[in-house]
């Protein structure tokens, strides 16, 4: 993503924050935060996260975006595993009648550990109307999400505890129909090298399975 505009002043400012906290010399002289003429018609917004006590500006908006979606919310990503609170807010989301898809990796997941935290969250998302897809040809690395066909979300965060809550992350929100769309597309696209979790299937996996999910969920908060 190229980001031209004054929305490149909240990307240079998540810098200068993280910058700051390293103890370095903020501006030399020449730094400085110039003038961008708009470049194009779409809402954006640059949110960045940190290690934090409750919600801090990113998760913020992602809290706000699944909780004002009203028809469909698709959310992409390499590590997911939410805290109680955002799995509640998914499922409230599904309970109110929107479309609610989550595409995971598959078989490619480079951390085993991860995806059994993931996976254990499966069971009580799926009972509440979630759908979940596993992406099968490779690791998956994107971390996207968008909502209603008009705003999209992308950047380093992923879904889980460590990027909400304690990981430095940035993320940009962008409300532009033409862009979601081209998000959306994409989706659909993983979507052909994807398989669809099924509860049934899901209810039928074996007992190792459960287990190691159950033993995963001691490090959900690390992960």
Known sequence: MRVRGPAVDGLAAAFAQNWAESGQTLFDGSDAFPQHPHAGQSVA????GSATVGWNDMSTVFRVVIETARERLRITTAYFVPDPSFQQLLLDAAARGVAVELLLPGPGADKRVC??????????LQDGGVT????????????????????????????????????????????????????????????????????????????????????????????
């Open 132 to 223: 979940i897809y596993n992406f099968q040809p490779s690791m998956l690395h994107a971390k996207v999400a968008t909502a209603d066909g008009l705003i999209s979300i992308l950047g380093s965060a992923n879904f889980n505890h460590r990027s909400m809550s304690h990981d430095e992350e940035v993320v940009l929100a962008v409300l532009d129909r033409t862009i979601t769309a081209e998000l959306d597309r994409h989706f659909d696209e993983d979507l052909q090298r994807s398989v669809k979790i099924t509860p049934r299937r899901w209810r039928h996996r074996g007992q190792t399975q459960k287990a190691a999910e159950a033993a995963s969920t001691l490090l959900h908060r690390w992960l």
């Open 45 to 48: 917004l640059v949110a960045r």
């Open 115 to 124: 995806q059994l935290a993931s996976e254990s969250t499966y069971a009580r």
